[in-house]
């Protein structure tokens, strides 16, 4: 009998995506900070342009796989990040 060393799917592929999807907008969020408030504080922004600025930041997580995904959303601790380094004007 032949046993597997990858433990077993306890998320469904939709209970990941969801995880992932939520996961990706926090840290687009956040990197992209700065960027967003300038789109937003913009006169030419209106709050029904919202849903589509959402919308298209989510389109994001669709370059990765579903594996990727579920490695990322099964991963055990936080998830590294690149050290964050603060530009100078």
Same mark, same amino acid.
């Given at each position: 009998m032949a046993t597997s060393s990858?433990?077993?799917?306890?998320?469904?592929?939709l209970q990941v995506q969801e995880e992932f999807t939520s996961y990706y907008? !926090? @840290?687009v969020t956040k990197e992209f900070a700065e960027d967003l408030d300038k789109i937003?504080?913009?006169d030419d922004?209106?709050?029904d342009a919202l849903p589509l600025l959402i919308?298209?930041?989510?389109?994001?997580?669709a370059l990765f796989?579903?594996?990727? !995904? @579920?490695r990322i959303v099964t991963a055990e601790g936080p998830v590294p990040t690149a050290p964050e380094t603060e530009a100078t004007d």
């Open positions: 990858e433990p077993p799917k306890s998320k469904t592929d907008l !926090q @840290r937003r504080n913009a922004f209106k709050n919308s298209a930041l989510q389109q994001g997580s796989s579903p594996d990727e !995904q @579920r």
